[in-house]
């Protein structure tokens, strides 16, 4: 998992407005708490975060914490693959996506068990993805693929399909990018800490648009 730390201002920038820094590192903090919830919840061995920063208390018990390294973001996924991968099936996912449960950690597991598929991809509806799998890891499957573009999923698909890894496609997710998507993420998982965030912070953004008045 690649994911940065929880700071105001470095996280979720995209929030703001209607978001305040505080408060958008607030739904930053609970969407990844929330997914690294659902990693230790599936049957992955071993849970890594390759995290810029430092980890906190939304960090639990039994995640191994790497840095990420320095570099372009293209750079880092494939530091972290480098330094987090086993030798075998490995999924990588970010913390934009905490509606994500372990239910679908373990179905896109259970699809590198295929000895006939080579890699998982996961589109995202912003046209990047959600997470990457592969049976064998290859840092080089992610190094020089541009990323934070309309078609950084497609170019990705297209990557491992040159490498000649068979590729299966996952369901496709929403990445919570803006305030549209969190409260549409929210909708969806509404029992996860990313949900109640967005409701406390939808609730004080009511209250001052009423003590604002018409």
Do not use: F, Y
Not at 113 to 121: E, I, N, R
């Amino acid at each position: 998992m690649l994911a940065k730390e929880p700071v105001p201002g470095r996280v979720k920038t995209r929030l703001c407005p209607p978001c305040s820094p505080v408060d958008a590192a607030r739904v930053a903090e609970a969407a990844l708490a929330d997914t690294l919830d659902a990693a230790l919840a599936s049957g992955a061995d071993r849970v890594v975060l390759a995290l810029d920063g430092r980890p906190g208390p939304w960090c639990p018990p039994g995640v191994v914490v790497i840095g990420q390294g320095r570099g372009t973001l293209d750079e880092r996924l494939a530091q972290a693959w480098s330094r987090g991968a086993s030798h075998g099936p490995t999924l990588q996912v970010g913390m934009d996506t905490p509606q994500v449960s372990a239910l679908d950690l373990n179905r896109a597991m259970a699809t590198l068990d295929d000895t006939h598929v080579d890699a998982v991809l996961g589109p995202a509806t912003d046209g990047g993805w959600w997470a990457l799998g592969m049976r064998r890891p290859r840092p080089d499957a992610v190094l020089g693929v541009p990323t934070s573009r309309p078609d950084t999923g497609a170019r990705q698909a297209a990557r491992l399909a040159a490498l000649g890894l068979r590729t299966r496609p996952l369901e496709p997710q929403t990445d919570m990018d803006t305030w549209a998507d969190a409260l549409a993420i929210a909708l969806q998982a509404p029992e996860t800490r990313t949900a109640a965030a967005v409701r406390s912070q939808a609730a004080r953004l009511s209250a001052v648009a009423a003590a604002a008045g018409p």
